[in-house]
């Protein structure tokens, strides 16, 4: 168990990344750095690069220019595969189940190609993982039978079974009731007492608040604020990226 | 007396619940604001008004009338009118055929002169094609095809979206000749100053519920922020 003060040096890191989609600028320069034990919430109106920046973290797109580490080693040019291998997992805004799997097999493809378990310890692991997003009572069912909030948990649960040391979240709390998200905002925690480095991207702010220790606002590709999350929240610039200028 | 009265109005949207138990009222002339982050059911309450969007449950109630399974072409005829987001103009007819494609419905002071006369972009434009005239002058044009109907509720989805500052300010003055003649108005709007500024109230939505509702005049940006993030006050 780590202490109160761990890693100082970062396990995942954006190194002045930038990135267009055709002649659209999506993202401008941005540098972010994710500790060990820490919890990042990244806000910001829509179009403001979010999931973009995720997108690069997890290696499913590439800068353009710019480049992420792992652990201090440059790992810019590896696949999303590779960097899951490394414990980089992530969750998609769309869910995006193995249809025709059940909820088990989905996370024990997760545990098994993704990770590094192989027999019973990775049958282990998948209860457990199942357990802790309350999704064991329907293990067996097929995942094309989930509704969106189970699916949800089903991504949540299937980069869980990664064991990753960095896990990337993007846009899980939506649609859940009080105590859902309650839930959530616990497992979450764990998650970040247990040494994992988390970036969680919401739109619901007041969630993201009970959770993290730092926050992110974006606008328009670039990190237009960072710090402690009520001091970000109080800030000009990020509420007039949200609501326009005062008037 | 009230011209739209909703109430507990539930819309789904496909597996996300995206309007939850609203209810409000609009009277005649008013025009209220619907603010909020996005994915807090403000288009989604929109769609629903117009007959775009079926609810899961409550009840619409229109003029007296309970309008909740009415289609969206009747309740045009009843004098409810949408711009969606995005326009939705037909490209390839011209601003003039735009116009009187929806010119066909109730009668009041709208046509295609006012109309031209409301928006002074468009005089220069009234033979071109949709597909051709800019952002603003496109939005002009959805904005003048929903009058065209005679509306007395007229519905505006984030009008000001992609539009430059000077555009908006032009669409908005326009809009300010729209609520004179006592329409009433509901609109999407991201930009608190301008809402606050054309809006007698403001309805502001979170995760698909109304979080805060006021007379525009007493509601301050500090409020607002806070039940647009959801955070708990502590004073």
């Known amino acids: 168990m780590e202490g109160p003060d761990r890693a100082p040096t970062a396990v995942l890191a954006a190194v002045d990344v930038r990135k267009r989609f055709g002649a659209l600028p999506v993202l401008g320069g941005v540098n972010l750095e994710l500790r060990g034990g820490e919890v990042v919430g990244v806000v910001g109106p829509n179009g403001a690069g979010k999931t973009t920046l995720l997108n690069l973290l997890a290696g499913a797109l590439a800068p353009d220019q710019g480049s992420i580490t792992f652990r201090g080693r440059d790992v810019t040019r590896k696949n999303a595969a590779e960097r899951c291998k490394l414990g980089v997992a992530r969750t998609h805004q769309v869910p995006r189940p193995f249809t025709g799997m059940t909820v088990f097999e989905n996370v024990l493809v997760a545990a098994t190609a993704g990770g590094a378990r192989r027999g019973p310890g990775a049958y282990e692991l998948c209860l457990s993982v199942l357990e802790q997003c309350g999704l064991a009572h329907i293990a067996n069912r097929r995942a094309e039978g989930l509704g969106l909030l189970q699916r949800k948990r089903l991504e949540l649960a299937r980069a869980l079974a990664v064991e990753p040391s960095v896990l990337l979240l993007d846009e899980i709390g939506g649609g859940l009731t009080d105590a859902e998200s309650e839930a959530l905002v616990a497992l979450v925690a764990g998650l970040r007492d247990r040494g994992l480095a988390v970036l969680w991207i919401e739109h619901i702010v007041h969630v993201l608040m009970q959770v993290v220790g730092r926050l992110v606002c974006m606008d328009a590709g670039r990190i237009i604020a960072e710090g402690e999350p009520s001091s970000v929240v109080a800030q000009a610039a990020v509420i007039d990226a949200y609501l326009g200028a005062r008037g | ?235």
């Open chain 2, 1 to 235: 007396m009230t011209l739209l009265q909703v109430a507990d109005l539930d819309c789904r949207y496909g597996l996300l619940q995206a309007v939850r138990g609203v209810s409000f009222e609009v009277g005649p002339g008013e025009t209220l604001a619907l603010i909020g982050a996005n994915g807090a059911g403000k288009t989604t309450l929109l769609r629903a008004l117009a007959g775009a969007h079926r609810p899961h449950a409550g009840r619409i109630v229109f003029d007296g009338a309970d309008v909740t399974s009415l289609s969206a072409h009747r309740r045009v005829g009843l004098g409810v009118a949408l711009v969606p987001e995005g326009r939705r103009l037909f490209g390839g007819l011209t601003v003039e055929e735009n116009l009187l494609v929806a010119g066909r419905g109730r009668r009041g002071p709208w046509s295609v002169a006012s109309v031209l006369e409301l928006f002074p972009m468009l005089q220069a434009r009234r033979r071109m094609p949709a597909v051709t005239l800019s952002g603003g002058e496109q939005q002009a044009v959805a904005i003048g095809r929903a009058l065209m109907s005679n509306p007395r509720l007229l519905l505006l989805d984030e009008i000001s979206l992609g539009l430059a500052p000077v555009v908006v300010d032009a669409v908005y003055r326009s809009l300010q000749d729209v609520i004179r003649s006592g329409a009433s108005i509901v609109l999407v709007e991201q930009d608190l100053t301008r809402a606050l500024k054309v809006a007698g109230r403001v309805v502001c939505m979170l995760e698909g519920r109304i979080v805060l509702e006021g007379e525009a005049a007493s509601l301050d940006r500090d409020r607002v922020v806070a039940a647009y993030f959801g955070l708990r006050r502590s004073a």
